[in-house]
C-alpha cells in the first residue's frame, strides 16, 4: 500500500507520495492535465536477510495513476525525491481570461 497525499493551494498541487524503499534511478513520472503516474521499482528483501545490505535486489515494479484535483500546468511540473517520500509540485492552470460580451 502506497500513502498519497494531494493538497491543492491557490497556485498549485503539491502530491506527496511515501514511496519506502524504491530504486531513486527507476522513477518515472508522466503528468497530464488531470493525472500524475508515478511508476518505479521497489527493493526486494531476500526472506534470510534482516536489513538492507547489498543483498537486496531490485524486483516489484510499484505502478500508481493519481487523478489531480485541477487542472494543472503538467509541462512546468518537477519533483524531489528524499528520504523515501516523493512530493510533486504541479503549477495550477491559469483560468481562462473572462470576456464580455452582448448576447445579438
Not at 518515472?28 to 526472506?47: F, G, K
Request: charged letters at 25%; proline letters at 7%.
Amino acid at each position: 500500500m502506497v500513502n498519497v497525499e494531494v493538497q491543492e493551494t491557490e497556485q498549485e498541487v503539491v502530491v506527496k507520495v511515501a514511496l519506502g524503499w524504491v530504486v531513486h534511478d527507476s522513477i518515472v513520472l508522466n503528468c497530464t492535465e488531470h493525472t500524475l503516474h508515478i511508476e518505479a521499482e521497489r527493493y526486494v528483501r531476500p526472506s534470510d536477510t534482516k536489513v538492507r545490505p547489498s543483498g537486496w535486489r531490485q524486483g516489484e515494479v510499484l505502478r500508481r495513476t493519481i487523478p489531480l484535483p485541477c487542472e494543472v500546468c503538467s509541462e512546468r511540473a518537477h519533483a524531489r525525491y528524499r528520504q523515501g517520500v516523493l512530493t510533486v509540485r504541479i503549477p495550477r492552470r491559469e483560468a481562462p481570461a473572462s470576456s464580455t460580451f452582448r448576447p445579438s
